[in-house]
């Protein structure tokens, strides 16, 4: 957490704000992010423009007018928005200020997430490594069913892996495989065509969902504005375990996978 709607979110709020400004100056309070933040990071994104904010993975893509900033708000970062004299929070570890009197604010009290300098984001070990976008058109049942052939790990495994698939964090992949009526448990490898189709299916929409919706606010998530999201709102099986489901009223069943809570039912999901 953030998974991948919550950093689409960041991004759509953001974007429209960010492009074509150009950044000014930069503070840093805390560098020892998950990497250590560019010691020179002022001298380096003084006077550029920002030509758009894109999104890979979880990762935030910032595009300058010569480089990039590559931002992840690891587990419990957030970047707002904020006029120029807001004051300083603990916890707010970098200011980027615009021109026109703003501030993007990073805020991360786990300090797990991070914000690096690079010429070319395809070309950094962060992104290059990173699997298929599952909210792109290269992502359908036959792309899912060629990365589980000859796969023995459990299906919830496979699409949680960013090398294989991106963004799929703990909370949509319960969701996805719930709606796609797949036990989480299922061996990768063991998958029809079909099913695969319909896990594809139900992984697309249930993105696209949690992103209309702003994301999941379980505890400090908030978009570029300090908006939360209502996702949460609308879980079949995440966080819902010894619950009813709604569909067949059997109760909710959890278990951990890889030190994950997986949350299922046991009647409307098969292996």
Not at 79 to 87: G, I, K, V, Y
Request: with cysteine; glycine share 10%; charged share 25%.
């Amino acid at each position: 957490m953030p998974e991948l709607p919550e950093v689409e979110t960041v991004r759509r709020s953001l974007a429209p704000h960010l492009r074509g400004r150009r950044l000014i100056a930069a503070v840093v309070r805390e560098a020892r992010l998950r990497w250590p933040v560019p010691a020179d990071l002022e001298t380096r994104i003084r006077g550029r423009q920002i030509l758009g904010l894109q999104r890979r993975g979880k990762y935030l893509l910032m595009q300058l007018d010569d480089a990039w900033l590559i931002i992840h708000l690891g587990m419990s970062g957030n970047l707002r928005l904020l006029p120029a004299d807001t004051p300083v929070r603990k916890h707010d570890h970098i200011d980027l200020l615009l021109e026109g009197g703003q501030v993007l604010r990073y805020h991360d009290p786990r300090r797990f997430g991070a914000l690096l300098w690079t010429p070319d984001p395809a070309g950094h070990p962060l992104i290059a490594s990173l699997g298929v976008e599952p909210l792109s058109d290269e992502f359908d049942g036959a792309c899912l069913h060629a990365v589980c052939q000859g796969r023995s790990s459990a299906i919830k495994q496979v699409i949680m892996d960013a090398h294989l698939l991106v963004g799929v964090g703990n909370i949509y992949a319960n969701e996805a495989l719930f709606h796609a009526g797949v036990d989480p448990r299922t061996r990768a490898g063991r998958l029809s065509r079909p099913r695969c189709a319909r896990l594809a299916t139900a992984i697309k929409e249930t993105l696209a969902r949690a992103i209309e919706a702003g994301g999941s606010t379980l505890r400090d998530f908030v978009d570029g504005h300090g908006n939360p999201g209502w996702f949460q709102q609308t879980y079949r099986v995440y966080g819902r375990a010894g619950q009813p489901c709604t569909i067949c009223g059997s109760l909710i069943r959890t278990l951990r996978q890889n030190a994950r809570a997986t949350c299922y039912c046991p009647r409307c999901q098969r292996r």
